[in-house]
T-cell receptor, first 114, second 110 residues
């Protein structure tokens, strides 16, 4: 158990809909990262937040957005869903130590768009 | 640019050693990681190595880094059936995001 929690575990929805995925980082971790894992694209970085502010952006579609709240939990919003958005969505939180930064991943949310 | 490549599949007999290979292209990578993903589960951090090291050992795991060739390997000694999973290498270069390889599926046969 990494200490990172994600809800829901599974989500089934229809094309055109909007969903919100939630992530709670490990206690004390200020950074949250979102990744998408799909069969054709593999694991791809979407976006990073640090202490409530957007820090880095990856291959995130304009239909997707995220935010990090004062209690450090984060939400990933996916709108106008398409079949190709079906994937596993992971969040990770990170800790910085003398050996650098290490990311710990949550169990993921499996999204199925029908 | 960033590109991380791994072989797709490795079959190994229980008790033997497994070696999973990875190549990366970004010479500015600072840390390189190995993650394990079991079926239906998330990513579990196995180990990592700093780019100025060439070897790191952690119990049954040995990571070798050849920075000149941009080649990373993970050796699992005495491979067990519980080691069957997908193994991802990842590099951290500019910024803090990780760039992952496509994963190597390891199948351990009894």
């Amino acid at each position: 158990d990494s200490g990172v929690t994600q809800t829901p575990k599974h989500l089934i929805t229809a094309t055109g809909q909007r969903v919100t995925l939630r992530c709670s980082p490990r206690s004390g971790d200020l950074s949250v990262y979102w990744y998408q894992q799909s069969l054709d694209q593999g694991l791809q970085f979407l976006i990073q937040y640090y202490n409530g502010e957007e820090r880095a952006k990856g291959n995130i579609l304009e239909r997707f957005s995220a935010q990090q709240f004062p209690d450090l939990h984060s939400e990933l919003n996916l709108s106008s869903l398409e079949l190709g958005d079906s994937a596993l969505y992971f969040c990770a939180s990170s800790v910085v130590s003398g050996m650098g930064e290490t990311q710990y991943f949550g169990p993921g949310t499996r999204l199925l768009v029908l | 640019g960033e590109d991380v490549e791994q072989s797709l599949f490795l079959s190994v007999r229980e008790g033997d050693s497994s070696v999973i290979n990875c190549t990366y292209t970004d010479s500015s990578s600072t840390y390189l990681y190995w993650y394990k993903q079991e079926p239906g589960a998330g990513l579990q951090l196995l180990t990592y190595i700093f780019s100025n090291m060439d070897m790191k050992q952690d119990q049954r795991l040995t990571v070798l880094l050849n920075k000149k060739d941009k080649h990373l390997s993970l050796r699992i000694a005495d491979t067990q059936t519980g080691d069957s999973a997908i193994y991802f290498c990842a590099e951290k270069a500019a910024g803090n995001k990780l760039t992952f390889g496509g994963g190597t599926r390891v199948l351990v046969k009894p």
